[in-house]
């Protein structure tokens, strides 16, 4: 069965910093993952995307994420934090077999604080 | 354009008590999920829909849980005889034919106590 793992529940970082959010994921098949963030009190929005094809995806607001099918990981990255970024993000891999698809498995989810 | 909207925000129920959560999807959007995302975890697909026909329920505990979407726009969910266990927030989120972005609400907190 499918699953994603995002190892680090809570990560810290210097407004300004550089930040890079671990997932990893299992998927029979061809993977398509998503980079979700969630604001407080706020629904999910989405970041970004991979669909096959490049493996280095932009998303909103500065936000970058490598798929690399050898490690099976889909790392988030962002070169200067700002203090906005301070939210929950959460990884997700589409269920279906057509790949695209609203039918997501979600990690836990990876707790930003952002400090001065 | 509005958003996926739903109702109510907040809700607090003691065990055993019912309680119902509405959901209007994005105009146009054909696919409703329904996920249930308890405090610190991810979301967690409980149901969707195609239109109003019920594609995948397999994770909806069907003996207290129950979703329709009886004209294919609006959706409720309702849980009847509710535990401690159901704490969570209830996520609907909508889309065009299951293969594109997810769009989704703010999402009702419940608290079972």
């Known amino acids: 069965a499918q699953s994603v793992t995002q190892p680090d529940a809570r990560v810290t970082v210097s407004e300004g910093a550089s930040l890079q959010l671990r997932c990893k994921y299992s998927?029979?098949?061809?993977?398509?993952l998503f980079w979700y963030v969630q604001y407080p009190r706020q629904g999910l929005q989405l970041l970004l995307k991979?669909?096959?094809?490049?493996?280095v995806v932009q998303g909103v607001n500065g936000f970058e994420a490598e798929f690399s099918k050898s490690n099976s990981s889909f790392h988030l990255r962002k070169a200067s934090v700002h203090w906005s970024d301070w939210a929950v993000y959460f990884c997700?891999?589409?269920?279906?077999?057509?790949?695209?698809?609203?039918?997501?498995?979600f990690g836990e989810g990876t707790q930003v604080t952002v400090i001065s | 354009e509005a958003g996926v909207t739903q109702s109510p925000r907040y809700a607090v129920l003691q065990e055993g008590q019912a309680v119902s959560f509405w959901c209007d999807p994005i105009s146009g959007h054909d696919t409703l999920y329904w996920y249930q995302q308890p405090r610190d975890q991810g979301p967690q697909l409980l149901v969707y829909?195609?239109?109003?026909?019920?594609?995948?329920n397999s994770q909806l505990p069907s003996d207290r849980f129950s979703a329709v979407r009886p004209k294919g726009t609006n959706s409720t969910l309702k849980i009847q005889s509710a535990k401690q266990g159901d704490t969570a927030t209830y996520l609907c989120?909508?889309?065009?034919?299951?293969?594109?972005?997810?769009?989704f609400g703010k999402g009702t907190r419940l608290t079972v106590v």
């Open positions: 991979y669909y096959p094809g490049d493996p």
């Open positions: 989120a909508s889309s065009i034919q299951a293969n594109t972005e997810v769009f």
């Open positions: 997700a891999v589409s269920m279906n077999t057509g790949g695209l698809s609203g039918k997501l498995t």
């Open positions: 998927y029979f098949g061809t993977p398509y």
């Open positions: 829909f195609r239109d109003e026909a019920v594609i995948d």
